[in-house]
């Protein structure tokens, strides 16, 4: 999707530690949702913001929060790392609170040492 | 919650054929099923995506049929040319919804030349 950007592109982290990744679209976009894809594996549904709310949550604990701003920014936290939350991390902007149609940013690949 | 299964895992077809990959799902409240390309070190990228008051949908040399009685959903590529080498997922969800999508394992396609 055009006009999406996530930050950091590549991220080191060692266990234990807490990582805010971000992710940033063209105006209007008022829903948006995370997910992520492990090695050789297909994207997981995080959770889902709208209009600044979480409004659906995928099979994930709560130490993967998130936030989403005025300006449709939006971040995924996550607090005492393990190892197995390497991984590329997607953010899918949208329009409405229950788009369906998802285009993936470019992702962050975050590894936890 | 919805399950999605996906064969085969890997698939090697000679360039010129065509090529088939199978998804299942579970839950039948699902009602939207995009098909997503991923290329090495790349975002997936939606291809085609098809709804359940629809049977099939074409674009150019990929096309998706559905078969909601049987929960189960295919990708047809033909024509297979190399640039068509890549993983493919499918991916299930409740329209309207705020539940994210589900996603299948992949299939790696590999066209030989």
């Known amino acids: ?43 997981q ?8 709310e979480e409004n659906g949550r995928g099979n994930f604990p709560p130490r993967f929060s998130g936030l989403q701003f005025p300006n449709y920014s939006s971040e995924l936290n996550v607090n005492a790392l393990e190892l197995d939350d390497s991984a590329l991390y997607l ?11 998802q285009y993936f940013g470019p992702g962050t690949r975050l590894t936890v040492l | 919650g919805e399950n999605v299964e996906q064969h085969p895992s890997t698939l090697s077809v000679q360039e ?24 090495l070190g790349k975002r997936p990228q939606l291809i085609i995506d098809i709804r359940s008051n629809v049977g099939e949908k074409k674009d150019q040399r990929i096309a998706v049929t559905l078969n909601k009685t049987a929960k189960h959903f ?7 040319q190399p640039e068509d080498s890549a993983v493919y997922f499918c991916a299930a969800k409740k329209g309207g919804g705020a539940d994210g999508l589900t996603f299948g394992k992949g299939t790696h396609l590999i066209i030989q030349p």
């Open chain 2, 16 to 39: 010129g054929d065509s090529a088939v990959i199978k998804c299942t799902y579970s839950d039948s409240a699902s009602n939207y099923f995009p098909w997503y390309k991923q290329e």
């Open chain 1, 91 to 101: 953010c899918a902007p949208s329009m409405g609170g229950s788009s369906d149609t």
């Open chain 2, 74 to 80: 295919s990708l047809h590529i033909t024509e297979t």
């Open chain 1, 45 to 52: 549904f995080i959770f889902q913001y709208y209009r600044e």
């Open chain 1, 1 to 43: 999707e055009t006009g999406v950007t996530q930050s950091p592109t590549h991220l080191i982290k060692t266990r234990g530690q807490q990582v805010t990744l971000r992710c940033s679209s063209q105006s209007g976009h008022n829903t948006v949702s995370w997910y992520q894809q492990a090695l050789g594996q297909g994207p």
